[in-house]
């Protein structure tokens, strides 16, 4: 490996109380991949720099491609993405105390075989393209490990629901947008925003804050930066990405500060980005950000609506619930209804009283179990594909509880869950009271993984709500009290496109129900009706 040291021109060496400029400032460098057939590199493009100097506090790196690096040791990668063998200006800068400083500056000369054409095109338009956060799509912002497990490269831990960030402490969020232009051969960015950015926590105090949450902080996004291309080498696999990074000069990142400016693509078209990028100060995470040419500000269709009422259970006749329209699910089901769920659902739990339907929990021992509850369902009675449905409902209270007002697709049998779809049109924790969520189900999301949107209902379990989803070919909508607080963008390629049944019930304990209190006695969720409108 070709190794080069040169002796910078300096100033004199100055000391003045405690400020000391940096003296016999040097640099070296190794092109990576040089031998007797590549003396300019293996094609990498990458160059390896040293910088030292006596009294040097920090150092920086400026290249002639217009991009910097702060390299605190003064050992620093390069990777120069130029086709062809190409000669570049690199000077080092050395910093000592009070400010003083000291450079220095070489010629390196590399080879770069690295070139994506297409992914230019599609990020400028081959002029000017502007970018906003995909924020109808789920998971438009995400994280997870980043390792080599098969969960290693995907958003395992967290994934934004659609428009998750539209208010509150992220107001700032959706208003981004991300100008890449294409000048000549170098690509240029600029990030405009209202004034703030939406920082991550463990970043705060860039932004001149000590809250412990994300939140949006004044920060000065202007200037131009410079975006080159190169090689990804990271923990995806071959086939799960692209094989490009971008490298923002100037510390530019892409809309959510989370401490880097390299982003590797996943992949890009002329309309959708999808980026990860490896947080700065913590290598274990990853985040995931997904992007569109579409701006989520601009006016859009409202969301579509059901008014023609075509079935409904009011429950204003006495004793046990309608058998032309609910049967049950009875007995313990196949490892506790799939869910370890800890009670036996009777038919005698149910009762209509009132004006309202009552399904009771208790805590009896029956069929093997400590717990009793119910189960109703209008399968083989009543199913239907798209339209509004309405609940109104008081719910349980008590630690393990665990009510749901859901739906199951009708050919279940043949085409078993997760494939056949689920629609949970609201589920509530006891043991996270007041917390409800709307939640669906299908392939690649299910179990634990469920596509969720959550809301806090004050007095859940002491007033009467009405539970809501509006769903259509192309939306599903969640609502308690007609405030929207989840969405779901369906297509042909989802389950959500067939004959669905209503189930209402309650459970205790189970994966999602948790601890159940052991003092628990018994508790009931009261429905005062049910609607279908299409």
Avoid at 132 to 145: D, E, F, I, N, R
Avoid at 149 to 163: C, E, I, L, T
Avoid at 504 to 517: C, Q, R
């Amino acid at each position: 490996m070709l190794l080069i040291l040169v002796s910078s021109c300096q100033e004199d060496d100055k000391t003045f109380g405690g400020l000391v400029t940096p003296t016999n400032l040097d640099i070296s460098y190794t092109i990576v991949g040089v031998d007797a057939e590549h003396p300019d590199g293996d094609g990498s493009g990458k160059v390896i720099l040293k910088a030292t100097a006596d009294n040097a506090t920090s150092y920086k790196f400026f290249f002639s491609d217009e991009t910097e690096a702060n390299a605190p040791s003064g050992e620093y990668t390069k990777q120069f993405t130029k086709n062809g063998i190409n000669t570049y200006t690199v000077t080092a800068v050395a910093y000592g105390t009070g400010g003083n400083s000291t450079t220095a500056s070489i010629e390196v000369t590399v080879f770069s075989d690295f070139s994506d054409p297409e992914a230019v095109q599609f990020l400028t338009g081959g002029s000017t393209k502007t970018w906003y956060w995909a924020a109808a799509k789920q998971g438009h912002l995400g994280v997870g490990p980043n390792d080599a497990s098969d969960n290693g490269y995907v958003p395992q831990y967290y994934a934004a629901a659609p428009f998750e960030k539209s208010s509150g402490a992220a107001s700032c969020f959706y208003k981004e947008k991300l100008v890449f232009t294409l000048d000549g051969e170098a690509i240029r960015y600029k990030l405009d925003t209202d004034g703030s950015v939406f920082f991550n926590a463990s970043f705060n105090s860039v932004g001149g804050s000590t809250a412990p949450d994300d939140q949006c902080l004044p920060y000065d996004t202007s200037g131009i930066k410079t975006v080159t291309l190169g090689p990804s080498g990271s923990v995806v696999p071959a086939d799960k990405k692209r094989g490009t990074e971008m490298n923002f000069s100037d510390g530019g990142f892409m809309g959510y500060y989370i401490g880097t400016s390299t982003y590797e693509i996943l992949k890009i078209t002329d309309t959708e980005m999808q980026v990860r990028a490896v947080m700065g100060g913590n290598p274990a995470l990853a985040w995931y950000h997904i992007f569109t040419t579409t701006d989520p500000n601009a006016s859009a269709p409202s969301d579509p609506d059901f008014t023609n009422l075509v079935w409904s259970d009011d429950f204003n006749v006495n004793g046990a619930p309608d058998a032309s329209k609910w049967t049950y699910d009875l007995g313990i089901g196949d490892n506790g209804w799939g869910n370890n769920e800890q009670q036996y659902y009777r038919a005698e739990n149910a009762v209509v009283e009132g004006g309202s339907l009552k399904i009771t929990a208790k805590a009896e021992t029956f069929g093997g179990k400590e717990y009793t509850s119910a189960r109703l369902k209008t399968e083989g009675l009543y199913d239907f594909k798209y339209g509004k449905v309405e609940i109104r409902a008081k719910l349980p209270t008590g630690s393990g509880t665990w009510p749901a007002l859901w739906m199951l697709g009708a050919n279940y049998s043949t085409n078993p869950w997760p494939a056949c779809g689920e629609i949970d049109i609201m589920e509530h924790i006891g043991n996270n009271q007041d917390h409800v969520m709307g939640t669906l189900h299908l392939p690649g999301n299910f179990g634990g993984n469920g596509i969720s949107g959550s809301t806090t209902v004050e007095g859940a379990s002491e007033d009467f709500h009405v539970y809501s989803v509006i769903w259509s070919d192309t939306k599903i909508n969640f609502y308690v009290d007609g405030t929207k607080f989840h969405t779901f963008d369906n297509t042909a390629s989802t389950p959500f496109n067939a004959n669905f049944f209503l189930i209402l019930n309650v459970a205790m304990g189970g994966n999602l129900g948790g601890t159940i209190a052991p003092g628990f006695v018994s508790s009931t969720m009261e429905v005062d009706y049910v609607k279908v409108y299409q």
